[in-house]
């Protein structure tokens, strides 16, 4: 789960971690207002979950607060790779000398948490680390002990950072990695975290993401989430315990299985159809998960056809094809269904089908080449 | 031969009494798996398909000599569940549990090394012996004897391949599941590793999907470490970036974890990569055959 750079910014504050003042405006008189309030330069920043920000225009430089209401009214309902743009944070403006990078991820391969930090900051992390790799410190927390302090200190040290400025940055790196792992997070990283003239540290950008199976033990973190963000039918889909994600295409997909799921998406281009979806319906795919699916899938207008792929398994096919007709009963779905089914007493399950008027086929690539056919 | 378990595995399920637990356990008994003994806290004296339970692991260790675990307990309770596993002297525990939080699986994973021991998953459809012990959640009967070792990300996926195997007269050693979570105890570099050392197993599939770079990792590893035939399949050419389809370490983040990055990475290691499920039993005839 993502949230906007001014809620990471709060939580970074109350581990202790010295952030930039701002505020949030949602119209362009509050922006003013808060720029007036704070009395120096100010960023107006869009609020979208969406990196780019600054490329698309979407964060502005006001030297007064009447430029600062001139920024928030060009920000303001911008629209940045889909996310239209309903906040801006006004934030205090800094006297930047030096700009570091500094983040928390989860290193996969090594199974470990991993602090990443870089003199480079301000700029796009995954550039840094494709082109000049060498310019990232890294540092690997102790699964079972966390981090240590003097691996912190080290990762100053190795930035090449004046010695009466260590102990800031590595308290800074401390406190990143305890809300890190306190919130169940997934990336907690201040991009750019910067040095000012006077010699102060202040984290100018805050980002976090969080662990939706941890999301049970943080109920506050749940209550930040921005619904305007999310797509409504993934948002319904989640309440029913369905995997959605929307796509482009025409072809609506319900499949069993995550991976098998991703397989059929595959198989629909292959055969030179567009998936308009990923839906995983889970295990047994009965007659409330298969209706509860139709409504995810017909709900988008751009759906020409749909394609069922259930690979029966332990669960017999007459009964998932009963659950699919009695599903239709339920859902009235005006485009052309086609429907894969194997497994146990999958022929009977087809026979079924077949009966309802429905296509109903034995392998996957027939039932995809069929569905595009059909759209 | 075979891999991780056979005729020999004596098993235990934690969480035996559950809604999941006991209807696997009847299944796996049907199957002929030698399940030994179920715990659930509090269910001691209880039976399910003939199996004693018992209230702690110690205890069901003590009476029935188990050394193989299977776990179908809630995300919530599996990680201590694995702990009492691995500290009772498990060698090898099978977590099928879906949503365990990253940060457990974490401390989980350092843990279970600590001890020596080996997990399967978390998020996996489990491990298959054919004809000899079915630990898990897939369906049995799709399966044959034969010289084939598969691992893979996925479960439905990991069927669908498998049938297309069976059907084409191409049987199994071992099929296992490694799981969809973004930590696992068990990568496709163990398991190719297993495979590799097995005399039994002739050729090897592996089944991969979007998120990580276990994939570009077993590729490093086959072109330096195995001599059987590989043949791959990578679920997702389809999937957009950002966005988790469905198990949690599938997403494509930063630019990396592409299917076209994993699938040029097993080609350049020589694996022969198919574009359909379907396509995997010619592959691996060609492979063999080379």
């Known amino acids: 789960m993502d949230i906007h750079e001014y809620q990471a910014a709060e939580i970074f504050g109350r581990y202790g971690i010295p952030v930039n003042p701002g505020e949030v405006a949602e119209t362009p008189a509050q922006a003013e207002e808060i720029a007036a309030k704070f009395g120096t330069l100010v960023a107006v920043k869009s609020q979208v979950h969406t990196g780019g920000r600054g490329k698309a225009g979407g964060i502005r430089i006001a030297k007064t607060p009447e430029a600062a209401r001139e920024a928030a009214e060009a920000i303001l309902g911008m629209d940045i790779k889909g996310h239209v743009v309903n906040k801006v944070l006004i934030a205090r403006g800094a006297d930047i000398a030096r700009e570091f990078y500094l983040g928390v991820v989860l290193d996969r391969p090594r199974r470990q948490i991993t602090i990443m930090a870089s003199a480079e900051g301000g700029v796009d992390i995954e550039e840094v680390a494709r082109e000049r790799p060498e310019k990232i410190v890294r540092a690997l927390a102790d699964p079972e002990l966390g981090l240590h302090p003097w691996q912190a200190r080290q990762v100053a040290f190795q930035l090449g950072l004046a010695p009466e400025l260590i102990n800031g940055f590595a308290s800074i790196v401390m406190k990143l990695y305890d809300a890190y792992v306190k ?19 202040i984290a100018l950008d805050s980002k976090m993401s969080f662990d939706d199976n941890a999301l049970f033990r943080h109920p506050g973190i749940e209550q930040l989430r921005d619904l305007a963000e999310e797509n409504a039918t993934e ?3 989640r309440h029913s315990g369905i995997s959605f994600v929307k796509l482009d295409g025409d072809i609506g997909c319900i499949v069993n299985g995550a991976g098998l799921a991703m397989a059929t998406m595959d198989a629909v281009k292959l055969h030179g159809g567009e998936p308009a979806n990923f839906l995983d319906v889970g295990g047994g795919a009965s007659a409330e998960q298969v209706a509860k699916a139709f409504r995810l899938v017909t709900a988008d207008p ?14 017999r096919g007459d009964v998932v094809a009963e659950g699919i007709t009695t599903a239709l009963g339920q859902v009235d779905v005006k485009v052309p269904i086609v429907v894969r089914l194997s497994g146990t007493n999958a022929e009977e399950g087809r026979q079924l089908l077949a009966e309802a008027g429905l296509t109903a086929v034995d392998s996957m690539d027939d039932a995809a080449a069929a569905v595009v056919r059909a759209a | 031969m075979s891999i991780l378990v056979d ?11 559950g809604r999941e637990g006991s ?52 995300a919530r309770f599996a990680p201590d569940a694995i702990y009492e596993a691995v500290d009772n002297g498990i060698p090898f525990v099978i977590c099928i549990t879906e949503g365990i939080p990253v940060a457990d699986m974490v401390a989980v994973y350092a843990h279970v090394r600590e001890k020596g021991a080996r997990l399967l998953g978390p998020n996996c459809p489990g491990i298959i012996t054919p004809g000899q012990a079915k630990v898990g959640i897939m369906p049995g009967f799709i399966h044959m004897p034969g010289p084939i070792g598969l691992v893979s990300r996925s479960g439905t996926l990991t069927y669908e391949v498998v049938d297309a195997l069976t059907k084409a007269g191409l049987g199994q050693t071992t099929a296992i599941g490694i799981g969809g979570d973004p930590i696992i105890g ?11 050392a097995d005399p039994e197993t002739k050729a090897i599939v592996m089944i991969g999907e979007i998120g990580g770079t276990d994939e570009e990792d077993a590729a490093r590893f086959i072109s330096e470490r195995v001599t059987k035939p590989v043949v791959g399949f990578i679920a997702g050419r389809t999937a957009p970036p950002g966005k988790r389809m469905g198990h949690a370490g599938a997403i494509i983040s930063g630019g990396a974890g592409t299917a076209a990055e994993k699938i040029a990475a097993l080609e350049a290691a020589g694996v022969p990569v198919a574009d359909r499920p379907s396509a995997v039993p010619a592959l691996i005839r060609a492979a063999m055959a080379r």
């Open chain 1, 302 to 315: 751009s759906v020409r056809a749909i394609l069922i792929n259930i690979f029966g398994g332990i669960t």
């Open chain 1, 183 to 201: 919130e169940d997070a997934t990336l907690a990283e201040i991009n750019p975290l910067v040095l000012t003239s006077s010699g102060e540290w």
């Open chain 2, 186 to 196: 068990t990568s496709f570099v163990d398991a190719l590793a297993l495979f590799e």
């Open chain 2, 23 to 74: 209807f696997h356990t009847t299944q796996m008994v049907e199957y002929g798996t030698n399940v030994v003994a179920g715990v659930t806290p509090g269910g001691k004296g209880k039976e399910v398909a003939g199996v004693p339970v018992f209230d702690t692991v110690a205890e069901a260790v003590a009476a029935t000599q188990p050394n193989v675990s299977i776990i179908y307990v809630p």
């Open chain 2, 7 to 17: 005729r020999n595995t004596r098993l235990l399920v934690q969480g035996i009494t």
């Open chain 1, 235 to 237: 948002l319904e889909a």
